[in-house]
Antibody
Framework: EVQLLESGGGLVQPGGSLRLSCAAS????????MSWVRQAPGKGLEWVSS????????YYADSVKGRFTISRDNSKNTLYLQMNSLRVEDAAVYYC??????????????WGQGTLVTVSS | QTVVTQEPSFSVSPGGTVTLTCGLS?????????PSWYQQTPGQAPRTLIY???TRSSGVPDRFSGSILGNKAALTITGAQADDESDYYC??????????FGGGTKLTVL
């Protein structure tokens, strides 16, 4: 069974930094692209960033480009999101999501339960 | 800026059929956008329903189906049940690693 467990959320001041982690199990982590998706309170879902399979590239939404960095450690089956220069509008539940299998894996097939990031002074 | 459009809200009677749509502000949606659909109830993580236009995710009942209708992607729920009352989101793949969510449709079953 696929399990994705996010951690690292919390309260941070505007301009601060936070690193989120997503521990994966139940599948061959290195074989799948992974993503972060967020949801601000009372709002819809927003794709944030993706990391391709081993050797794959990294991709970012315009709203976080230059401030957030996605990375992965395949030896630890863990996905990360380093968030710098945080803004009030970055406050959200951040979900880790596994991308689908195959060549056309442009979808999210499993989700974690999310970790809450609050940005406030 | 690419905008993916969904109806903000929709209602359906129990046992009825409803079709939710997913459009693009600047183009017609085709299978080349690999549309996918997700269901979310308040306080819960999303659940994957449909991917690659019309492939049901594992465990999803066959009363959920996906298609292209005209110039939009569509999610049809046949025989709506009370626990289908949720928010539904579509995602389109824009290429170059970029995915865009629609704003979501709040479905009421009453």
């Amino acid at each position: 069974e696929v399990q994705l467990l996010e951690s690292g959320g919390g309260l941070v001041q505007p301009g601060g930094s936070l690193r989120l982690s997503c521990a994966a199990s139940g599948f061959t982590f290195s074989s799948y692209a992974m993503s972060w998706v967020r949801q601000a309170p009372g709002k819809g879902l927003e794709w944030v960033s993706s990391f391709g399979r081993s050797g794959g590239g990294t991709y970012y939404a315009d709203s976080v480009k230059g401030r957030f960095t996605i990375s992965r450690d395949n030896s630890k089956n863990t996905l990360y999101l380093q968030m710098n220069s945080l803004r009030v509008e970055d406050a959200a539940v951040y979900y880790c999501a596994k991308r689908g299998a195959g060549a056309a894996s442009y979808y999210f097939d499993s989700w974690g339960q999310g970790t809450l990031v609050t940005v406030s002074s | 800026q690419t905008v993916v459009t969904q109806e903000p809200s929709f209602s359906v009677s129990p046992g009825g059929t409803v079709t939710l749509t997913c459009g693009l502000s600047s183009d017609s949606v085709s299978t080349s956008y690999y549309p996918s659909w997700y269901q979310q109830t308040p306080g819960q993580a999303p659940r994957t329903l449909i991917y690659n236009t019309n492939t049901r995710s594992s465990g999803v009942p066959d009363r959920f189906s996906g298609s292209i209708l005209g110039n939009k992607a569509a999610l049809t729920i046949t025989g709506a049940q009370a626990d289908d009352e949720s928010d539904y989101y579509c995602v389109l793949y824009m290429g170059s690693g970029i995915s865009v969510f629609g704003g979501g449709t709040k479905l009421t079953v009453l």
